[in-house]
């Protein structure tokens, strides 16, 4: 069965911290992965995925196929990545607009 | 260029009735994807329709069904509404579906009563 996993309900940093938000996944296939925030009273966006390979506010996330992981990493936490995350999992190509979203990690990013 | 759209915004039921929801994707945009989204349950896929046809299926059962016109707008229906029916409701439509990015709707409140 396909799945992601956060681990993590809440993770509580000071500013200028390091962060590291996990995600693990269970998927058979050569699954596609993805990050969203959601910003307070803003809508659900695509931070980045993996496909892309690319560091998107200072975020980056890298695909572990080993570990079955993609966790978010920044090296230094802003009060404006106070957010809620979603780790998503798409199966693969041509399988049309489907997301497994984990259950989330709310970022506080504390002063 | 505008983002996609959802209507109505909040909606009370009470259990047993039927609800339409509706959404309005991205200009040019043919996949439309549907979530349900609860404190207990998270962010659950309910369908996909991509050219008025459905694409993919969510594990939800027959009384969530959905349908997509030929201008890309999309509409849910659940009938028979039950108290764990109440959730925000969310569409995203992207260029394709696969692998493109999706982009979200505001979602609709339910409440059912």
């Known amino acids: 069965a396909q799945r992601v996993t956060q681990p993590e309900k809440l993770l509580s940093v000071f500013k200028g911290a390091p962060v590291e938000l996990k995600c693990n996944y269970s998927y058979s296939g050569s699954p596609e992965l993805f990050w969203y925030v959601q910003y307070s009273r803003q809508r659900l966006q695509l931070l980045l995925r993996h496909i892309s390979r690319e560091s998107i506010k200072g975020f980056t996330a890298d695909l572990n196929k080993g570990e079955t992981s993609f966790h978010l990493k920044k090296p230094f936490a802003q009060e404006e990545d106070s957010a809620m995350y979603y780790c998503a999992l798409s199966r693969t190509r041509n399988q049309g607009g489907k997301l497994i979203f984990g259950q989330g990690t709310e970022l506080s990013v504390k002063p | 260029k505008a983002g996609v759209t959802q209507t109505p915004r909040y909606l009370i039921k009470t259990r047993g009735q039927q609800v339409t929801l509706s959404c309005s994707p991205i200009?040019?945009?043919?996949?439309v994807s549907w979530y349900q989204q609860t404190p207990g349950q998270g962010l659950q896929f309910l369908f996909e329709y991509f050219s008025e046809t459905q694409r993919n299926k969510g594990n939800f059962p027959g009384r969530f069904s959905g349908r997509q016109f030929s201008n890309s707008r999309s509409e849910m229906n659940v009938s028979t509404l039950e108290l764990g029916d109440s959730a925000l409701y969310l569409c995203?439509?992207?260029?394709?579906?696969?692998?493109?990015?999706?982009?979200f709707g505001p979602g609709t409140r339910l409440t059912v009563l």
């Open positions: 200009s040019g945009h043919r996949s």
């Open positions: 995203a439509s992207s260029l394709l579906g696969d692998f493109n990015e999706q982009f």
